[in-house]
T-cell receptor, first 110, second 114 residues
Framework: LAKTTQPISMDSYEGQEVNITCSHN???????ITWYQQFPSQGPRFIIQ???TKVTNEVASLFIPADRKSSTLSLPRVSLSDTAVYYC???????????FGSGTRLSIRP | IAGITQAPTSQILAAGRRMTLRCTQD?????MYWYRQDLGLGLRLIHY???????GKGEVPDGYSVSRANTDDFPLTLASAVPSQTSVYFC?????????????FGPGTRLTVL
């Protein structure tokens, strides 16, 4: 199983770019990298997914180096509403191997 | 479209009692999942189902059972609740059981076992 390691918490300010890095040294060839966001008292919500290089959507960008042993979620110009826990997931096609980990608690200040 | 609904929203339960947490989705997704989230921790997969009629064990299945009689419903049963099962329970669904699929989560059930 590909275990992930993320910082426990991060702080930033409104308008800044925030980068959250996830380490997954044992990622397998077929594994995808997926990030979820969770607000207090809510279930997680999908943000972005990628396999290699760079993926961008209306919410975030995901940077994956060639060796795929890590990935970085980039949130441009964060606002207070981006305060949440962010989870990095790495896994193959087997549902039994989905592991969320502890996530990164991001706090945005005015 | 409701997405995923869970019931009850919260429950206080005496140890030793039986409890079923309900989960219903209206997206016709094949796969469904149950997670528990303990205070300050991430989600841990309890059981999953890739399609109606099949179920599988996740990371922490002990003390829980599930059934998948149809596509829409995926109840989670605690046969004899214990205090260590105090947690927030999230149900989720995805189009299939692939890791590449987006999982859609319900609002959660907060369960306290005394």
């Amino acid at each position: 199983l590909a275990k992930t390691t993320q910082p426990i918490s991060m702080d930033s300010y409104e308008g800044q770019e925030v980068n959250i890095t996830c380490s997954h040294n044992n990622i397998a060839t077929n594994d995808y990298i997926t990030w979820y966001q969770q607000f207090p008292s809510q279930g997680p919500r999908f943000i972005i997914q990628g396999y290699k290089t760079k993926v961008t959507n209306e919410v975030a960008s995901l940077f994956i180096p060639a060796d795929r042993k890590s990935s970085t979620l980039s949130l441009p110009r964060v606002s207070l509403s981006d305060t949440a826990v962010y989870y990095c997931l790495v896994g193959d096609s087997s549902a039994s191997k989905i592991i969320f980990g502890s996530g990164t608690r991001l706090s945005i200040r005015p | 479209i409701a997405g995923i609904t869970q019931a009850p929203t919260s429950q206080i339960l005496a140890a030793g009692r039986r409890m079923t947490l309900r989960c219903t989705q209206d997206m016709r997704h094949n796969a469904m999942y149950w997670y528990r989230q303990d205070l300050g921790l991430g989600l841990r997969l309890i059981h999953y189902s890739n399609t109606a009629g099949t179920t599988g064990k996740g990371e922490v299945p002990d003390g829980y059972s599930v059934s998948r009689a149809n596509t829409d419903d995926f109840p989670l049963t605690l046969a004899s609740a214990v205090p260590s099962q105090t947690s927030v329970y999230f149900c989720a669904s995805s189009d299939s059981g692939q890791n590449t699929d987006t999982q859609y989560f319900g609002p959660g059930t907060r369960l306290t076992v005394l």
